[in-house]
C-alpha cells in the first residue's frame, strides 16, 4: 500500500504535561513490546464502487500537489492518492521491480538503467513517455528551482552540476536510450543507491502538462496546487485549500482501474479525530498514539501499525542557509555543545514514551530509525534523563549563575534567553512544549516560546526555512524516506538541514557515508556507526522519541495494508457496505 514514496518529509508534532517528580527511574521502552496488524481483516462480501472517506488527522495541507516541490507530510499523504513513484521497493525500502518502472544497476560503470512500461497513460489521458522520467532532474536541477530537493544525491548526477550553475543546457549523464528508456551515470555509487529516496531519482511527472510553467513559478501554479494531474490510483477533481479534496478513480492507472469509484480526504482536527471515526463518520484515520487506550477497543474499526522511519527532535538554530550552503554562527550562545548536550540529558523521553504514549513511542538513541536495522546502532546511549549530569555539564564548561537569578549566563557574564518554536496540534502539544521550557528552567537556561504561543505547522516550517531570528530552539519532527543516508536531511548543502550545522568532519562523515566503498556492507555499516556516534556527540539536535505508525480502518475496509512494500495497491481496496459503521 506505501508503494508512493515519501521521500523526505516534515511531520506535525503532539505532546503532553509532564513533571519529572512523578515519573521516578526512567524506564526504556521496546517499540516490540506492542504487536499490531498492518492489514485489515474484512471477510464480508464487497460492494460495487463506493467512496472511501479518508480523515487527514492534524494541520491543513499546504497544497503543493507535486513530488518535485512539496516538502511537508501532510501534501504527501494527498500525493499518495494521485501519483505513485517511479520504482517500486520492498519492506527494507530496497529498490526492485514491482514498481511501475524497472532498474538495472551497474556499479562497474555507476549507471542504472530505467524502463517504463508501453502503453500506459496519464490521468489526463496522455502517453506516458521517459521524458516524464528525464524532466524531473530538469525541474529540480534547475537554477531557479525553488524546492528542497536539489541535494548531494542530485548533484551526483554526472553534468548536473553544470546545467545547475547555468554553465550547461544539457545533463550530459542522462541518456534517452529510447522513448521508454533512461540510462544514468553518476559520479559515486555508493550502496544508496539501491535504496528508494537514496541515490536515484524516484519520481516521474508529466512534461507535456508542466513544461510550458517556469519552475520559479512552478509550487504556486494552478497546474500543482488546483488541477494536478498524476498516474495514481485517483485523480483530483477538486481541491478546498487547507479543508479538503474529492478524488474519483483513474480509469488510466497503470495497475488497473481502481476497484472504488472515489476518495473524499477531509482535514479532521485532533481534538475530534477519534470521536469521528468511533461515529462513522470517516474509513481511514491517524489517531494520537497518547489517546490509544481511548480507541484500541472500539468496536466500528480496527488498530494497524507499524514502525515508522521517522522521529521527533529538539533541534538548535546554529546559523542560516545562504548561497545553497549551511552556514553556522559560532557566535550563538547555542553554538557551544556543552549547552545543548545539557538540555538533552534535561528531559526524560523514557518517561513521556511510556507513561504518555503506551509503548507506542520511546526515546531515540540516534538520528537513524531501528526500522533500519542493519544501520541502526543501537550501542550509542543517547540522553537518558540525568538533571544533575546536566548541571555538571555546565558547571564544568564555566557556565554560572553570577546574578542569583536561577539561570546562567553565557561565558562574557550576559543573560541570554533562548526563543523555542514548537508545534499547535492535539491536546498535548501545550503542556509538552511546557515541559521542556520546565525542565531547561530547572537546569538554569532561560528558555521562552516565541511570541509567547505555540505556531500553526505551516507557519512554523516556513519560518524554519527562512531562518527566522526569533528561534534558537525548536521541536519538530523527520520523516526519513527509504534511505537512512542522512546528507539530504543534515548535509552542508541541504536545504532541510534546518539547524545549518556544518563542520569538515562531518562532511567527511557524510562523504565516507556516500562513497563508492561504501557500496560494501561492512564499509557502510562502520560509516553509519561513526556518523550516529560523531551526531550524538556534537548534538545539533536532540533525537527525542521513534514511533510506531497507528492507523484505525473502519470495518467496512476490506484488501488495505500499510505495511511498507505491501503488495497490496490502493486499486485493490474494497468496501463492504455503503457507509462506514458507527461504533
Do not use: C
Request: proline content about 4%.
Amino acid at each position: 500500500m506505501r508503494k508512493t514514496l515519501k521521500k523526505l518529509f516534515v511531520l506535525g508534532a503532539s505532546a503532553l504535561l509532564l513533571s519529572s517528580a512523578v515519573f521516578g527511574p526512567a524506564a526504556t521502552v521496546s517499540a516490540q513490546s506492542v504487536d499490531l496488524p498492518t492489514q485489515v481483516k474484512n471477510e464480508e462480501k464487497s460492494i460495487e464502487g463506493g467512496i472511501l472517506r479518508y480523515a487527514m488527522v492534524g494541520p491543513a495541507f499546504a497544497g503543493v500537489l507535486n513530488t518535485m516541490v512539496y516538502d511537508a507530510n501532510p501534501d504527501a499523504v494527498v500525493l499518495g492518492f494521485l501519483q505513485d513513484s517511479l520504482l517500486g521497493y520492498d519492506e527494507n525500502f530496497l529498490l526492485d521491480n514491482s514498481g511501475f518502472g524497472d532498474i538495472e544497476f551497474d556499479q562497474k560503470n555507476k549507471q542504472v538503467t530505467i524502463k517504463i512500461p508501453k502503453g500506459h497513460k496519464w490521468s489526463d489521458g496522455e502517453d506516458i513517455t521517459i521524458d516524464d522520467v528525464i524532466f524531473p532532474y530538469y525541474v529540480i536541477g534547475h537554477k531557479d528551482y525553488t524546492g528542497v530537493r536539489y541535494g548531494d544525491d542530485v548533484s551526483n548526477v554526472v553534468g548536473m552540476e553544470e546545467y545547475h550553475e547555468g554553465k550547461a543546457d544539457k545533463i550530459s549523464g542522462l541518456e534517452r536510450v529510447d522513448d521508454y528508456t533512461l540510462r544514468v551515470t553518476y559520479k559515486q555509487f555508493p550502496n544508496s543507491m539501491l535504496q528508494a529516496g537514496g541515490g536515484v531519482m524516484n519520481y516521474i511527472e508529466p512534461e507535456h502538462y508542466l513544461k510550458d510553467v517556469p519552475v520559479k513559478d512552478l509550487v504556486d501554479s494552478d497546474k500543482v496546487r488546483k488541477n494536478p494531474v498524476g498516474m495514481g490510483a485517483f485523480r483530483v477533481t477538486k481541491v478546498v485549500p487547507g479543508e479538503s479534496v474529492t478524488f474519483e478513480a483513474n480509469e488510466y492507472y497503470w495497475r488497473g482501474k481502481p476497484k472504488l469509484d472515489g476518495v473524499q480526504l477531509d482535514v479532521v482536527s485532533d481534538e475530534t479525530s477519534i470521536a469521528e471515526m468511533k461515529a462513522g463518520r470517516y474509513d481511514i484515520a491517524s489517531l494520537p498514539a497518547d489517546q490509544y487506550e481511548v480507541f484500541k477497543d472500539a468496536k466500528n474499526m480496527q488498530v494497524l501499525g507499524d514502525i515508522q522511519n521517522a522521529y521527533t527532535y529538539i533541534g538548535f538554530k546554529l546559523g542560516k542557509f545562504e548561497d545553497g550552503e549551511n552556514k553556522p554562527d559560532d557566535s550563538k550562545v547555542i553554538a557551544d555543545k556543552a549547552i545543548r548536550q545539557a538540555m538533552a540529558y534535561a528531559i526524560d523521553n523514557d518517561a513521556i514514551g511510556e507513561r504518555f504514549y503506551h509503548g507506542l513511542r520511546w526515546r531515540a538513541n540516534t538520528p537513524i530509525t531501528p526500522n533500519f536495522k542493519e544501520y541502526h546502532d543501537d550501542s550509542v546511549e543517547g540522553y537518558p534523563y540525568d538533571m544533575e549530569k546536566a548541571k555538571k555539564i555546565l558547571a564544568d564548561a564555566g557556565y554560572k549563575d553570577a546574578d542569583g537569578d536561577g539561570f546562567i549566563e553565557d561565558k562574557n557574564g550576559k543573560p541570554f534567553t533562548l526563543n523555542f518554536a514548537s508545534m499547535a496540534g492535539g491536546e498535548t502539544a501545550q503542556p509538552l512544549a511546557e515541559y521542556y521550557m520546565q525542565q531547561w528552567a530547572e537546569l538554569g537556561i532561560d528558555v521562552k516560546l516565541v511570541k509567547g504561543q505555540l505556531m500553526e505547522f505551516n507557519a512554523f516550517y516556513e519560518a524554519l526555512k527562512k531562518d527566522a531570528e526569533d528561534i534558537d530552539v525548536y521541536q519538530g519532527a523527520w520523516g526519513t524516506g527509504g534511505d537512512p543516508n542522512p546528507s539530504g536531511l543534515y548535509g552542508r548543502k541541504a536545504a532541510f538541514n534546518y539547524t545549518r550545522w556544518a563542520t569538515e568532519e562531518h562532511d567527511k562523515l557524510l562523504e565516507a557515508i556516500g562513497s563508492d566503498e561504501a557500496f560494501e556492507d561492512e564499509f557502510r555499516k562502520k560509516a553509519f556507526s561513526d556518523w550516529q556516534k560523531y551526531m550524538m556527540e556534537e548534538l545539533p539536535i536532540i533525537p527525542t522519541l521513534y514511533r510506531y505508525n497507528i492507523t484505525a480502518v473502519n470495518n467496512r475496509v476490506k484488501n488495505y495494508d500499510i505495511k511498507v512494500g505491501s503488495d497490496l495497491s490502493l486499486a485493490d481496496v474494497e468496501l463492504t457496505a455503503e457507509e462506514p459503521y458507527a461504533e
